[in-house]
């Protein structure tokens, strides 16, 4: 069994019931890689081009990624509760604030609403 990076459009068919590469593939794979790239892009995909609510979304997306093969830095699940739970916090924002709360770091913002969460 070997490793997989899944793209956008993957998960994207996946969460739209439109593509079943996903399930297809499931079995060929010891982990299936799920980027902070691609997550945000399927956070635009999802909630510009489907409009799927916030809440509705980000619940599909912890469903999927609960699933025992999928491997991403933890921090991922903080920025979706923290994409979920802040209205005026958009997903790449939501990244920043998990990862910097993770590891330590500052965030170097001119975002009001960003740098709120941060102080």
Known sequence: ???????????VGFLTGR??????VWGRYEDIYVSGEVLCEVIYIM?????VPRAELTEKLFLLLRREKFVFGRWL????????DY???GIVDACLLARSMKE???ILTADKDLYKLTS
């Open 47 to 51: 909630t510009k081009m489907y409009s």
């Open 19 to 24: 593509d079943t590469l996903l399930d297809a």
């Open 77 to 84: 699940t903080d920025a979706l509760f923290y994409y979920r």
């Open 87 to 89: 209205k005026n916090l």
């Open 1 to 11: 069994m070997g490793k997989a990076i899944a793209d956008t459009n993957v998960i």
């Open 104 to 106: 330590g770091m500052e």
